[in-house]
């Protein structure tokens, strides 16, 4: 009773249930916290641009899109979940579509990046493979960093499921860099990218060993 159909969203009881273990659990901390805290910078910094929900984040309060991008646009499904949708862009002869992302830290940091995937062989949903390259002062384009962004999630095993995948690109310095993405095929939809986070942690090994795979695949190409 405490997920939807999918197995892997909480139904409405589950969030009901999820909120109020959180209510109990911050009432009973607070009973014991100080009234004059003590407040420290955060030993780490992090950026992260999530434009997937709330649709604010489209033009309202949230402002979440205010980087440089091209050959995306923006598409809302329903009051709260949106994405960029690679569709090309016309000033582009190679990259289909390209967002300017900006680490503002002293030190290297590493970039993910999220977007929407499916299970293998979903029913309705088929998204395309693309093709990931990075530039910026330290990394010219001529240089071999490409690579695949694969939207298909397996550790739902046969469950049909169209839920976020969070991808580590790797480190980039201070300053600009530009991600460029370009479809390796054609699909019923288009590449949907939903966030992108800066940080100073990458993902867990686990990952980072798919992750490698992937950039072998791209560098194949």
Known sequence: NFTAGDFHHPSALGHESYATAIKHVVQKAMTNYPENPRINPWQSQDECKNWFEPEVAFGGSGGELNFPRGGFTKNCFGPSKCTLELVG?????????????TNSFSADQHLLIKFMSTNPSHSKISYP?????????????TDNTDIVADPVITRYGNREVHVVKTMDLGEIPPGQTTIQFTPFETTKEPFRLVAYMITDSGIPETDKDKFKKCKQMANKK
């Open 89 to 101: 862009d016309e000033n582009e002869s190679k990259v289909k579509g390209w967002i300017q992302v």
């Open 129 to 141: 493979k693309a093709k990931v390259h990075l530039v910026n002062q330290h990394s010219p384009s």
